[in-house]
């Protein structure tokens, strides 16, 4: 539209559109200026968008609309790379017994779409069809019902593991704000621990935003395979849900055979404790269990990589810790280990913004030896006190957690 | 001229492998078993009762020099319907005392059931052949533990005689007509509402084979035995274009009850595996034993539905 057309529009409309383009201060300005506005943002709206965002229009309680277009930036941002690592001129190799094409486009450097690569390729979360948002959803439901790729032996489901890794992107980009910084010493290849500090009262936010930070912001986007308490195997509806989404049980075995298949491991060795930290303990890094996490990493001979995490600690705040209705969630699921339960005041988790900083790696010392249950600890504590300082760090430099 | 003895040999896997092992004229086949066979064969079958000394003695008369030894578990306790605590592992001890006694017995090929590692939300999500078993287990499992560590014990007080346990994954084809398999071949099938679980299955034709296999090397060990990777049970109804009707615990174990009424039978240990799932690490399978199963876990489905091979929608 040109000026003059813009013109001839009634203010009402302009608006309308004003509103569309994300024009600050639209509703004080005058219909002239709404004019030059609005045909100054000409070329920008001609610009394809990679991904439409079904929420933009939607008022988040708590989030101002900086920060939505900000959040939006990134999000084009991310999606406008994550494009560029399929090659949509060309499609998948892959052929059905009777010469069906599989259609999705082949991921840069390999004649195959994510799909029907070798498997190895799952620890990479290329987008399948180069875009994530709902408008490649309808492609992901063709390829989940037609079923003509393999899951990861852990049940990781790369069609499932998109879909759920879009919308929690919408807590991550708009609710959240995930703020990442020294993603770059996450290994572009190869096993790393990711020992972050545990506190989330009521749901895992934080095992999610872990996985999404190093999707999201690092150079390659590695999956990050979280592992959890048995609760996660027992939960109706969560258990297949978290498998397919790349997580994993807790259990000494998990984690070795992900670290010998070279992925991202991330463990919040606090466990239930720091789970049910209440508020006015948030961010008090607690022991960081009996320090397995320093033993399966020796053992594999990959780097550890301290992860400080703030906002977990506050989305839920705790205000109380019930032992009763641990015996009660104890009557459901009988063989769940529980002896207490966080108490939260809010049922909707805060809009709090969330940072989250990976520190240098402490790389193995002997590799390929086992540590004694003394070093173990020790290396442990070392960790847990690295995590603790860039806590106190970023805390004392945040003015407000909103 | 080697002589194979096959206990079981009247079920569809004991049957199948006596076929298969006959295209060999270096074996002469004997089967037995307590039951008529399922599947006929040429060679010698003899109806023996197995959990009496009649089996030791039999042993004893025949002299193998191969034993495949598929009864290991009473397929009453499968069920879990035998009331007889002795009953259960008695064919096993049996034989097993028999094979003591005889020198000529140089390979033993035992069939378990990763079923030995029981299904629970705590077991490990890839099972290797020593993961600890969790959770409380079922009669079944309890049969299968007591038998192996039997087994082992007398296995390691002969190290001449190479004992190889094979822990099938639940085998699934279109005629082996077990209770999972008929279960899964039904129109619409009744799953755990909120579950799904990670399966691991073998093909039929497969776990014969690897039988096969085992007899030839004669590998000494303990062996989970599948093709690598897991499936999911929602994948596998849809691959066979099943309706997969998820059902509360309670409405879902009257389901399996009133299945009886159809002659399927699902035994705990199946309703805790359609619940938790079971996925086991096959790389000793692959690397030690050296057997690589024909069928994919994908391959397994489509086969047994009969979406032969790979087909779009």
New interface residues.
Partial sequence: MTAQDLSSLTKKQLIVLARERNIAGRSTMSKAQLVEALSSTEQDVNRPDPAPDAFAGINIPGISPSDRAQAREKRDALYSRLSSFVDTEVHCAWRSSDGHPCGLPVTVGSPTCGLHGDGTTFDCAIPLTGQLGFSAWPRLLRQLSLATYDTDIFGLDPVIAEMVWHVVNMLYFDYFRVDVEGIENIPMEGGAVLVANHGAAALPYDGAMLGLSVMNEAEIPRRVRVIGTEIFNMLPGVSHLYRKAGGAYAAREDARELLARGHLLGVFPEGERGFMKPVWDAYKVGRLGRGGFADLAQEASVPIIPVAIVGSEEVHPTVMVSKRLAMLVKLVFPEQRLDAVAIALNPVPLPIRWRIRFLPPVEPTAPGHELDSLDQLELAENVRVTIQTALDDILSTRRTAF | MQRVLITGAAGWTGGHLARRLEEDVDLEILGVDDREPKVQFDSHFEQLPLDRLTLAQYVLDVEPNIVFHLHSVHPRSVQGQSKDAEERIVGSLALFGALERLKTVQKVIVKSDTAFYGA?????????ES?RPH?SPSRYERNLREMEQFIGDTAGRYPNMSVTVLRFAPIFGPSVGNPISMFLQMRAVPT???????MQFIHETDAVSALVHAGNVGVPGTFNVAP?????L??VL??GRRVAQPLPSKLFDKALTMLQRANIVIPDDLRGLLK?GR?T?TSAMANTFGFTPAF???GIALDVYGRN?????
Avoid: H, Y
């Avoid at chain 2, 629970?120 to 290797?128: D, E, K, Y």
């Avoid at chain 2, 755990?192 to 990670?198: K, S, V």
């Avoid at chain 2, 091979?309 to 929608?313: D, K, L, S, W």
């Fill in positions: 629970s939300a705590r077991n490990p999500s890839v099972l290797s993961a959770g755990m509402l909120g579950f799904d679980p990670r690598e990777g897991q499936i999911f929602s994948r849809r691959l938790f996925v690490n994919s876990q994908r091979p790979e087909t779009m929608a």
